[in-house]
């Protein structure tokens, strides 16, 4: 089979007197080494795009983790600065690319801003600054300028019992990595909780009754897709859809 394409988010940043539709290299190296599949990536450019072309030509989407938060206002919260930086053009672009991919069957993996993203687009809302409540540990990264350390997989997560990740890793606890300060926090009806941190934060989802593989998680399992069985496994699972996905759509358009 040739090398299916999957769509991926770019976040709008400016740097060097340019504007830029920018994705991070460890999201497309992964892509391409660990799921075998060849990562396209969109231009936030919301409603000028034309989904169901988009759709029509990619077996996958992929949602990238990104600095930037979701606009508090597409959850009914208030649009306050100090929980931002946002990207409002990635989101417009991404919430609607999340219901079309999923009411097509298109194979959706949603990291980290991803998964929050996912969750606000079924209906959910997100809590900022998860680190200040009560009892919840520090889901954000160590200070440190090297990325391996701010990536470094510290923190465990206990994988639901007969989910859809259940059958991916070998033992019902696994290791991740951690680099947020917000969360899931009323969970959109159509999503089903598949892993949770020990403080209970939300760390991977699945659409209910999907037609195709559609996950999120919190943690970044394309940081050490080359090395983690766990994050492995996540992209050979999402590059094993993205593949049924193309073989269903060739036959479909052969018969
Ligand atoms: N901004 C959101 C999502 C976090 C996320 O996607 N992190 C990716 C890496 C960001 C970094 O390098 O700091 C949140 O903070 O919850």
Redesign the pocket.
């Known amino acids: 089979m040739a090398q299916p394409l999957v769509a991926v988010s770019t976040d709008v940043k400016e740097f060097e007197n340019y504007r830029w539709h920018a994705a991070p290299d460890q999201y497309l190296e992964a892509a391409v080494s660990a799921a075998g599949v060849l990562p396209v990536l969109v231009p936030s450019f919301g409603e000028r795009i034309d989904l169901d072309s988009l759709l029509a030509a990619v077996d996958g989407v992929m949602l990238?983790?990104?600095?930037?938060?979701v606009d508090p206002t597409l959850y009914g919260g208030a649009d306050d600065e100090k929980n931002g930086p946002y990207d409002r053009q990635r989101d417009s672009t991404t919430l609607p690319l999340i219901r079309r991919a999923i009411e097509r069957g298109v194979p959706l993996l949603a990291?980290?801003?991803?998964i929050?993203e996912l969750n606000v687009a079924l209906g959910g809302t997100l809590a900022a600054e998860i680190q200040e409540r009560p009892g919840t540990l520090d889901?954000?990264?160590p200070e440190s300028a090297d990325?391996d350390e701010?990536f470094a997989i510290r923190q465990k997560v206990t994988i639901r019992t007969g989910g859809c990740l259940a059958g991916l890793f070998k033992a019902d606890e696994i290791q991740v990595n951690s680099?947020?300060?917000?969360?899931i926090d009323r969970l959109a009806p159509n999503l089903r909780v598949e892993a949770v941190a020990p403080d209970g934060v939300i760390e991977a989802v699945s659409v209910a009754n999907a037609r195709a593989f559609a996950v999120g998680v919190q943690w970044?399992p394309e940081y050490w897709a080359k090395s983690d069985e766990p994050s492995q496994r996540i992209f050979e699972a999402f590059g094993e859809a993205v593949r049924a996905h193309a073989a269903a759509r060739m036959k479909a358009a052969a018969a």
Do not use: D, E, P, W
Not at 64 to 69: L, R
Not at 179 to 183: A, D, F, N, S
């Open positions: 990238t983790g990104a600095k930037s938060n990291i980290c801003r991803g929050q889901h954000r990264a990325q701010r680099v947020h300060r917000q969360g970044h």
